[in-house]
């Protein structure tokens, strides 16, 4: 079974800049998670999608941060203008919604970003 | 915001030692899992153990639950060097899914 993919693996940008994170989940996983991960701290929910409906995305930054989720599979988190509060790692998860391992989130490797 | 809280923040211990991390939450929850997290294999989920049961093991982890005292501990048994890595425990309230997360132990085992 593959994994969550997502890209690039680290982007380094300046602030006001703009950047794009691509995800795609395991197949066959309704849900999908993105996160927001600082040096030192325990992953922070930005958005909850079940297909492509948002579940919720109260974490949010709507301001500079927008997420979509076409078609119900892979989806694409933007950050525009970004701020250096915004350098950290950024992971993207799936979970079934049934079955016996619905519930445990499966996550990506990834996407380190640096704002200078 | 964060509901989990691990303890200690982090830890050091010999190879072969066993390790004991905790982990308090606040609110009711419907399950609590356990993640690590390394450089090389990112974030991995270990173990779910639900509301209604006490302990649960899976190969040298063993979790246990005190719902009463919203607390929940990881113990790993026979340390190895491939155990160093974060621990994060995560709860789940309801059924949307939703994982709300602690600020993890640092676990670094000394050969």
């Known amino acids: 079974e593959a994994g969550v993919a997502q890209s690039p693996r680290y982007k380094i940008i300046e602030k006001r800049q703009s950047v794009a994170f691509w995800c795609n989940p395991i197949?066959?996983?309704?849900?999908l998670y993105w996160y927001q991960q600082i040096l030192g701290q325990g992953p922070k929910l930005l958005i909850q999608?079940?297909?492509?409906?948002?579940?919720?995305d109260s974490q949010l930054p709507k301001d500079r941060f927008s997420a979509e989720r076409l078609k119900g599979v892979d989806s694409t988190l933007k950050i525009q203008p970004a701020k250096l509060e915004d350098s950290a790692v950024y992971l993207c998860?799936?979970?079934?919604?049934?079955?016996?391992?619905?519930?445990?989130?499966?996550f990506g490797p990834g996407t380190r970003l640096t704002v200078l | 915001s964060q509901q989990g809280e691990e303890d200690p923040q982090a830890l050091s211990i010999q190879e072969g030692e066993n390790a004991t991390m905790n982990c308090s939450y606040k609110?009711?929850?419907?399950?609590l899992q356990w993640y690590r997290q390394n450089s090389g294999r990112g974030l991995v989920h270990l173990i779910l153990?639900?509301?209604n049961e006490r302990e649960k093991h899976s190969g040298r982890l063993r979790v246990t639950l005190d719902t009463s005292k919203k607390s929940s501990s990881l113990l790993i048994t026979a340390s190895r060097a491939a155990d160093t890595a974060s621990y994060f425990c995560?709860?789940?309230?309801?059924?949307?899914?939703?994982?709300?997360w602690g600020a993890g132990t640092k676990l670094i085992i000394k050969p």
């Open positions: 998860a799936s979970s079934p919604i049934a079955g016996e391992r619905y519930n445990e989130q499966f």
């Open positions: 197949s066959g996983h309704a849900t």
């Open positions: 999608f079940q297909n492509n409906g948002v579940v919720d």
């Open positions: 609110t009711s929850i419907n399950n």
């Open positions: 153990i639900r509301s």
């Open positions: 995560a709860t789940a309230a309801d059924s949307n899914y939703q994982l709300i």
